[in-house]
């Protein structure tokens, strides 16, 4: 009989070689690593890839991830289950798997039937709200998880409330070099007697080398033959949004530092061999790098274990590796204690060659045959407690767990309805009328849909297209003179309205707030925030309650990258407490509202409340938001319990009926939306059945019993009259549906990875 805990096939999950990046070349080492010490265990690979179409993979690779799309780790958890791996060991970083925080991955890990190990490459000890949730639910799906640091396991206990028993100790792994003299190599890279300090790994700003190399000039007053090498192609992601800016900026720095011929710069990526080549002809080893946050460095490990004398910043990692005299430590963009460093460590050959040796010794116990017998011994301790503690078993779904079945989200009509200059405000049918041209709430719209689209993994050609046209449109109707955002544009590109709207101008605020926080191109980053910082202030003058609840849904979505500006935390405040304010002096206990109407938009005002006041713990919006919103609810049910938004031919007044018609999809999505919102700000379930419903809106559930969704093209119809459904599909209708289609679907992926053990996967597809 098999022993409960041998382990005989293995899957590794995560970034892989030929990817550049760091978690890739962990991947690959420790796959190398457990494959030749165990020759008997059959090891696969699934890796995540962040390009279409992926990487010429090596042949252990047996199933790719797309990075962005959510159905790929659904299937890759079926393909793990049907190889019948005894352990899944996943490296976990927050940026290398799709979804808020990389949440995706939770949807793979919960369908697993098979015990999983995770590695965590990061453990952040202010993580927010959704990081924090990622970290608690891999522990909660992982047998073990492996830190490389004491640091990391002390913050999984401490900040995360992990227990002890389920963390495990393992040092980064490195390669096995002989303790060898570095003149042995110098003669490979044309630096035969000179003293050379080494810095490799991918470049990017935060690796703080323009500090080192402003170190230089100081060193060569006292040791002129002294080079400094810094190899490493710049990191993949930041060539895709930058180019090669930052190396750039560095080779431009050496040139007007006088130090070019003491600095050698290696434009790439180096494999194993190579790297043990430079690391052996460096008698300094420099990690600038800039974030205190570190838990982990592959490039401190590798370089310390081969018995380098290191110069660092106090990063965590390197506080705690080079104690103990087996490294310097020097300040954070500190060129002048760099230069000492160096310096001492030069001309006192006795000091470097013992720090060398004491961090060789400690540096066998990580040589990578060492590490994957412990991870060895981890995979086996992790099944051994999978048939102690039955818990995960794989269950088929049921009627009763399938969440509300969305419409393929198509793009036709957007598309159809946009041209060079954006989209187009009306249709006559699914026709675009010129007639009307564009304006700057619609092209508002469709940049947070595009940013949602993004999210969801469709980056298209077209709608990347898309997405800048509506950017550049944003961005030509904002007003420097005025300080606001014109609204409305004719076909031939004349702007007729000075100033647009008060709530054109908040919606523009949402729309580069979203790009800010949710987008992932750095062009439309840099540009968002620009913009975002220029037309924010004024929103406090402007008098209009829904103007400033979609100013703050904006500020909402700019925290999610850049919290802790306290400009815009005092445009939040001020806003927050305008609403408040408007509420306590209209509101009464039949009539708990901001305005003596009800009219249009209405749940975005209950919404910013709600995210405004559980972004910041104020506990008064919060339960303004939340009460308004189950009021509107109340008065919009029917009485056969579907959604019957306020209608735009009357809308509600005070002390008089509601109107029942003309009901239009704007309304219904922001209820959507705001539902959603209300959920996750609180925990409830009973929110998202209420925003369920609210989307079924547009599916039939209404009045007439009609679609208002049209399938065969994508679009939606523009809104309900008393006998008949309105058959023209213009763009705030359409953007309306797909906004709220969107993000039910982003809301259930994060119901998937974030669904108790044991429950089944939600069916989400027609």
């Known amino acids: 009989m098999e022993k409960v805990n041998e382990v005989s096939t293995v899957a590794f999950v995560g970034d892989y070689f030929p990817r550049k990046c760091g978690i890739a070349t962990f991947t690959s080492d420790l796959h190398r690593a457990v494959s030749d010490q165990f020759p008997d265990v059959e090891c696969c690979v699934v890796p995540v890839d962040d390009i279409e179409g992926g990487y010429e993979y090596p042949p252990e690779v047996r199933f790719q991830i797309a990075e962005q799309d959510f159905d790929s780790y659904l299937r890759a958890a079926d393909f793990l289950n049907f190889s019948n791996a005894d352990v899944v060991c996943v490296q976990h970083e927050f940026g290398i798997y799709g979804g808020d925080s990389g949440?995706?991955?939770?949807?793979?890990?919960?369908?697993?039937?098979?015990?999983?190990?995770?590695?965590?490459h990061t453990v952040l000890r202010d993580p927010n709200a959704e990081q924090r949730r990622v970290v608690e639910q891999l522990a909660d799906v992982s047998a073990r998880l492996i830190v490389m640091s004491e640091k990391g396991e002390s913050l999984l206990q401490e900040i995360y409330g992990i227990d002890a028993g389920k963390i495990a100790l393992i040092p980064h792994g490195i390669p096995d070099m002989p303790f060898v003299d570095s003149n042995f190599f110098k003669d490979k890279f044309g630096v035969e007697g000179k003293q050379v300090a080494l810095t490799f790994g991918l470049l990017a700003p935060n690796k703080g080398i323009e500090h080192a190399l402003r170190a230089v000039p100081a060193v060569l007053k006292e040791f002129p033959d002294f080079v400094y090498i810094v190899l490493g192609a710049t990191h993949p992601n930041l060539v895709r949004a930058q180019g090669e800016v930052y190396r750039l900026s560095l080779e431009r720095l050496a040139s007007d530092l006088g130090i070019k011929r003491n600095v050698i710069f290696y434009n790439r990526f180096v494999e194993l061999r190579e790297l043990t080549e430079f690391l052996g002809a460096a008698d300094l080893y420099v990690t600038p790098y800039l974030n205190a946050e570190q838990v982990t460095s592959g490039t401190l490990a590798y370089a310390f274990g081969c018995g380098k004398a290191v110069i660092s910043t106090p990063y965590w990692h390197a506080e705690e590796l080079l104690a103990d005299d087996r490294g310097v430590l020097v300040p954070f963009a500190d060129s002048k204690a760099i230069a000492d460093a160096i310096c001492s460590l030069l001309r006192d050959d006795n000091r470097r060659h013992a720090m060398r040796k004491r961090a060789y010794m400690l540096g066998r116990e990580m040589i990578w045959s060492n590490v994957a017998h412990i991870y060895m011994d981890t995979f086996q301790q992790a099944r051994h407690s999978l048939v102690e503690k039955p818990g995960r078993r794989y269950v088929v779904?049921?009627?009763?767990?399938?969440?509300?079945?969305?419409?393929?989200?198509?793009?036709?009509?957007?598309?159809?309805?946009?041209?060079s200059t954006g989209i187009f405000q009306h249709a006559s049918y699914t026709i675009p009328n010129f007639e009307h041209g564009y304006c700057t709430d619609d092209n508002a719209r469709a940049l947070i849909l595009t940013v949602m689209l993004e999210e969801l993994g469709n980056e298209m050609p077209t709608v990347l297209r898309a997405a800048t046209r509506y950017a550049a449109f944003l961005n030509a109707a904002y007003d420097a003179e005025g300080g606001r955002f014109r609204n409305f544009m004719t076909l031939d590109r004349r702007w007729i309205d000075e100033p647009g709207s008060d709530d054109c101008f908040g919606r523009a605020l949402w729309a580069l707030g979203t790009c800010v926080g949710r987008s992932r191109r750095?062009?439309?980053?840099?540009?968002?925030?620009?913009?975002?910082?220029?037309?924010?202030?004024p929103i406090v003058d402007v008098p209009s309650p829904r103007a400033a609840a979609l100013a703050l849904l904006g500020i909402h979505e700019y925290f999610r990258r850049l919290s802790g500006d306290r400009r815009v935390e005092q445009v939040r405040e001020t806003l927050t407490s305008r609403l408040i304010d408007l509420y306590d002096r209209t509101a009464k206990e039949n009539w708990p509202w901001f305005e003596d109407i009800a009219s249009y938009d209405n749940a975005r005002l209950s919404q910013a409340l709600?995210?405004?006041?559980?972004?910041?713990?104020?506990?008064?919006?919060?339960?303004i938001g939340l009460s308004t919103l189950r009021w509107l609810l109340e008065i919009q049910r029917s009485p056969h319990g579907?959604?019957?938004?306020?209608?735009?031919?009357?809308f509600y007044r005070r002390g008089e009926e509601c109107a029942q018609f003309d009901q239009q999809p704007m309304e219904v999505q922001a209820i959507v939306s705001a539902c959603i919102s209300a959920c996750k700000a609180t925990g409830d379930s009973s929110w998202l059945t209420e925003a369920r419903t609210a989307f079924e809106w547009f599916l039939g559930r209404n009045d007439l019993g009609l679609d208002v969704y049209d399938a065969g093209t994508g679009g939606c119809r523009d809104g309900l009259h008393q006998d008949r459904v309105n058959q023209n599909q213009g763009a705030e209708s359409t953007i309306a549906f797909q906004m709220a289609l969107a993000e039910m679907e982003l809301t259930d992926r994060a119901l998937t990875a974030f669904r108790p053990l044991g429950s089944a996967t939600p069916v989400n597809r027609q």
């Open 610 to 623: 709600i995210l405004s006041g559980h972004g910041v713990g104020n506990q008064r919006a919060l339960d």
């Open 397 to 419: 779904p049921t009627l009763e767990d399938r969440s509300l079945d969305l419409p393929v989200l198509r793009l036709d009509h957007l598309l159809n309805m946009t041209d």
């Open 103 to 120: 949440s995706h991955v939770l949807g793979l890990l919960r369908d697993l039937r098979m015990p999983i190990v995770t590695t965590l």
């Open 642 to 650: 579907h959604l019957r938004p306020i209608g735009s031919n009357g």
């Open 522 to 537: 750095a062009d439309f980053q840099y540009w968002a925030v620009e913009m975002f910082g220029k037309a924010l202030p």
